[in-house]
Nanobody, 115 residues
Framework: QVQLVESGGGLVQPGGSLSLSCVAS????????MGWYRQAPEDQRELVAT????????NYADSVKGRFTIARDNAKNTLYLQMNSLKPEDTATYYC????????WGQGTQVTVSS
């Protein structure tokens, strides 16, 4: 049974930082290109960052480039997202999945950027 469990969200002021984690179970984690997605209320879910199976190739949406960093630890079946210089428009529920959203979604973790 595939399970993706996101954590690390919270309330942060503009300009602040948060670090998200996603632990995967039930899959051969190191085989997949993984990604972080986010969905704001009344918006479609968008892919914001991906990382290849070996952790060498990273891609980012223009909206987060230079502020977010995706990483992974295959030994721990864990995906990370370091978010710096956060903006109110980053407010959303953040999810992890592979880069084509192959797996059942987890519960996500809420990130709220507000003063």
């Amino acid at each position: 049974q595939v399970q993706l469990v996101e954590s690390g969200g919270g309330l942060v002021q503009p300009g602040g930082s948060l670090s998200l984690s996603c632990v995967a179970s039930g899959i051969n984690f190191g085989f997949y290109t993984m990604g972080w997605y986010r969905q704001a209320p009344e918006d479609q879910r968008e892919l914001v960052a991906t990382i290849d199976s070996g952790g060498r190739i990273r891609n980012y949406a223009d909206s987060v480039k230079g502020r977010f960093t995706i990483a992974r630890d295959n030994a721990k079946n864990t995906l990370y997202l370091q978010m710096n210089s956060l903006k109110p428009e980053d407010t959303a529920t953040y999810y992890c999945n592979d880069n084509v959203a192959l797996f059942q979604w987890g519960q996500g973790t809420q990130v709220t950027v507000s003063s």
